[in-house]
């Protein structure tokens, strides 16, 4: 019978089409002859699915036995993107050389899962490309750190790590940007409409959580440090759904658990019996909000309840099968540490540390010492910003209200660490209070949840070197001198090359493995293989495949902008080879200066006109300013009012360059609606150039910049973030950075507080020309918040200070890119064989060795 199950798994294409054809009788209850793209797709990612619980039963029954130790890694966010091509390409085996023309054709030639299956929908009359695009985008996320979640969970099952990741089944991920008339709108992301077939509901799994409710100490006079009772006031019940996550080129299947919040099915007697029926029944239907919507904010903390009921129903669940998991193993609690590492993304799970202090305390009576102790040893706390309108911090009345036992359990927490901080640090008040997880401001008093989070673990990591040092010199400056500079790490973030370059670029990936003599794609596992490349950087032949490859991309990306603008080109085709694509896509955010960029293209813009009107003809401005398409996307938060004017004034100054004939069709300006994970997987190939230009110290990392890199586009970057990495990793020819150093803010900003910025010259004729409503005929005064901010209200992201350094390294692009192609070429050919460092492979096993201490757990 056991055989029998495994023959369940496809090998062939006719196996594959046999599981196919069944899933849409019985599965789909349809007829292959009424059988749609959608069914297709549902059907296809159901049989390949089938393959993946197979695998992922194995792993997690090899995972158990060999006790290795686990790792949780703790995300609110998880931008998963689609998963089916994602499976396609990580399930690939290669054909061993004995079973070579044993099965079909398809197989023999030492060809992915992928191929096969590409075959088998052929033969059944579907194309695969169509079939993937059916899949919605699993976007539970925001941006960089819900992307970053993503990448880590394909990296640690690649390396084999046990290890899962838990987060919440939002039935609303990040909402849907459509542009009306130049403004962002947003509408509603219901990814649920089609049932998921990437989910496995764990209906058994139902972990019942309480909030609100008081302490009960009537049993006479009890410490807060002693075992306590709480009783909740309201539950809800989290209910687990699965999915599978399958690694590259190895049989291990991990798991990303998503908690949804159910009603319980009990019944509030009390209510029931004084008549108030309707109201129990809301109150059961209240359970359902808290996993309802993702909060889009970005680098933005706002102290809601409803974010805060969410943090801890996820960190209760999660903490919750935790345990119950550990506990099965007999082993005793001091080993806990041993067994489990828990990686907090941002200080979203931060309760997580306070409710396995809980746990260990009030449920499981270890003294209260002991368990702290154990928490410490189990945490591990990454932090992604050093803004201070992004540190999370909740009010203490609104915490103690809906987690009244947590509230007090942190209150001790901080009573031990100032008493700790009072014995090396004797007398200094100023200090304790600088450092206490409690905020004491004048008026209300709020908890610090990113001191709770260091306070709580053992270690902490800033996401690329320049931040890792900032965070150590600025915000944790008290901490590095209280607990010494070693509890503070960085580990630099990457991104998996089997998306962001299989997936995304398979003409790329083709050339690569042909050029390296790769077949088997092995150096998307070990991209040190890719330095192979610089031998043919200055190759001619090679440099005309590589740039084939780039025009291919762009023409891709071309059409899917024309799809975008209604079937009208914005681009011209012909010119399509001459044509840089300068691309920035990103959350929208004034710290990352999209104004600066459109500002830039204004300038641009002005300079090309003034040419022509002193008598340049239209070849002089060509060559002075030559092709370009300047693309911009990304989302704002809905309640960020300039991030959504700097949406509208992309958009206006589009409708005026893109419509003025003069100009010839040598500027083009396009704001790609609706950015996300699958129209990246189209964007970031065809750049010829990319804009990370955040104001310096202000972007942790960036991973966007990796992306583009490691598909051969060229970066104009401030010294920010992992560019100054990236830099040093490809080298300083090969990246064009510009602007102010981050050790220089601080006295810019100052200075700009007494004295408004002198404008240099451009930059005046840039903000004049808006203001006089070049580009809002209807409403001269629509962008100037947007002026003033720089001219009157501090330029607190120093575009002032940066414009000539941008406009002036911009001009060093074009010269390059249209006077010097081979010069690009190499340049691109460079970058991509030395990009390896930001796998996120790399990333993962630096968290492996320097905090987690744990160790892959190999199939056999
Ligand atoms: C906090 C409280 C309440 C509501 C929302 C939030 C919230 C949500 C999302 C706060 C921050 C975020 C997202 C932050 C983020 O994406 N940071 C980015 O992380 C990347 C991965 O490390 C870095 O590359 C980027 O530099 C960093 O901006």
């Given at each position: 019978l056991w055989n029998k199950h495994k023959v369940q798994k496809f090998n062939t294409s006719e196996e594959f089409e046999e599981k196919f054809i069944s899933h849409v009788e019985w599965t789909l209850a349809r007829s292959l002859y009424n059988c749609d793209d959608l069914a297709a797709y549902q059907a296809t990612s159901q049989s390949v699915r089938d393959n993946l619980v197979i695998d992922w039963n194995k792993t997690q029954q090899r995972q158990t036995v060999r006790g290795g130790k686990r790792v949780y890694y703790l995300s609110l966010e998880f931008l998963m993107g689609r998963a089916l091509d994602n499976a396609l390409i990580n399930m690939r085996t290669d054909t061993s050389a004995q079973d070579v023309g044993k099965t079909d054709q398809v197989l023999t030639k030492g060809n992915t899962s992928r191929e096969m299956i590409r075959q088998a929908m052929k033969d059944l009359g579907f194309k695969l490309e169509d079939i993937l695009e059916q899949e919605p985008d699993a976007a539970l996320g925001n941006g960089g750190l819900g992307r970053l979640a993503a990448c880590f969970v394909d990296s640690l099952a690649t390396g084999n790590f046990p290890a899962w990741g838990y987060g919440l089944r939002y039935q609303y991920g990040i909402f849907a940007q459509k542009i009306i008339n130049g403004y962002q709108v947003e509408t509603p992301d219901y990814w649920l409409n089609f049932s998921n077939p990437w989910e496995i509901e764990r209906a058994e799994i139902q972990v019942p959580i309480n909030f609100y409710g008081y302490v009960d100490r009537t049993n006479g006079e009890q410490s807060t440090l002693a075992p306590s009772d709480w009783i909740g006031g309201e539950r809800v019940l989290a209910m687990a759904h699965d999915m599978p996550i399958p690694g590259f080129k190895t049989s291990t299947v991990n798991n990303l658990r998503l908690w949804n919040a159910k009603p319980t099915t009990e019944f509030d007697f009390s209510k029931f019996n004084s008549g108030d029926y309707k109201n129990s029944v809301e109150q059961q239907q209240r359970a359902e909000s808290i996993t309802a919507v993702l909060y889009p904010n970005d680098n933005f903390e706002q102290g809601k309840e409803l974010r805060l009921k969410q943090q801890y129903f996820w960190c209760a669940a999660s903490l919750h099968d935790i345990v119950r998991r550990f506990k099965k193993n007999g082993r005793p609690w001091s080993e806990f540490p041993d067994a489990i590492a828990i990686q907090l993304?941002?200080?979203?799970?931060?309760?997580a540390i306070v409710e396995l202090q809980r746990i260990l305390v009030d449920l499981e009576k270890l003294d209260w010492h002991l368990a702290w102790d154990i928490v410490i040893k189990t945490f591990a706390y990454t932090n992604h910003t050093v803004m201070q309108e992004a540190l999370e911090k909740w009010p203490v009345g609104l915490l103690g209200h809906l987690l009244p036992r947590h509230l007090e359990i942190i209150f001790d927490i901080n009573w031990f660490f100032l008493q700790n901080v009072e014995k090396k640090f004797p007398h200094d008040m100023e200090l304790l209070s600088r450092v206490s997880i409690i905020e004491d401001a004048s008026s209300d008093r709020q908890v610090r949840m990113a001191f709770l989070a260091i306070i709580g673990s053992h270690k902490v990591n800033g996401v690329a070197e320049l931040h890792s040092d900032l965070i150590k010199t600025t915000i944790f400056q008290d901490f590095v001198k209280i607990y010494g500079a070693n509890k503070f790490t960085n580990v630099t973030n990457g991104i998996t090359p089997r998306r962001w370059l299989k997936q995304a670029n398979p003409k790329l990936a083709q050339l690569i493995s042909e050029t390296i003599n790769d077949p088997n794609d092995d150096y998307l596992l070990d991209m040190s293989k890719l330095t192979e490349l610089s031998k043919y950087a200055e190759d001619a032949g090679f440099q005309k495949k590589w740039n084939d490859v780039k025009q291919f991309n762009k023409l891709r990306l071309a059409d899917l902008i024309k799809r975008l603008n209604g079937g009208v080109d914005v681009i011209d085709r012909e010119h399509i080879r001459n044509t840089l694509f300068d691309i920035q896509v990103k959350r929208i955010h004034e710290y990352k200066r999209q104004q600066l960029n459109i500002f830039g293209v204004i300038h641009r813009y002005l300079e090309m006109k003034e040419m022509l009107q002193s008598g340049g003809s239209i070849e002089e401005v060509a060559n002075r300013y030559p092709r370009k398409v300047s693309i911009f996307g990304g989302k704002s938060a809905p309640g960020y009012y300039m991030a959504k004017l700097i949406i509208k004034l992309v958009n206006s100054v589009a409708e005026v360059v893109n419509n003025d004939a003069e100009i010839q069709d040598l500027l083009k300006v396009y704001f790609i609606p609706d950015y996300n994970v699958s129209k990246a997987e189209i964007i970031t190939p065809a750049s010829d150039l990319s804009e990370h230009i955040s104001t310096a110290g202000t972007e942790a990392s960036g991973t966007s910049n990796m992306k583009f890199v490691m598909n051969g586009g060229l970066i104009i970057g401030t010294v920010d973030g992992a560019n100054v990495e990236i830099t040093r990793e490809i080298g300083e020819d090969n990246i064009f950075l510009f602007g102010n150093l981050s050790e220089n803010v601080d006295e810019l900003r100052y200075n700009h507080q007494f004295h408004n910025p002198e404008l240099p010259k451009p930059l005046k004729r840039v903000l004049d020309t808006v203001e006089s409503g070049a580009f809002s005929p209807q409403n001269h005064h629509e962008f100037k918040p947007l002026t003033d901010s720089i001219k009157y209200h501090g330029d607190y992201y120093l575009v002032s200070d940066d414009f000539e350094s941008y406009i002036a390294t911009q001009d060093l692009v074009d010269e390059v890119y249209h006077k010097n192609k081979k010069e690009w070429l190499k340049k691109s050919i460079l970058s991509v064989a030395n990009v390896g460092f930001f796998s996120s492979d790399r990333c993962i096993e630096e968290y492996a060795e320097t905090i987690w201490n744990a160790e892959p757990v190999k199939p056999e």
């Open positions: 993304n941002d200080t979203h799970p931060t309760l």
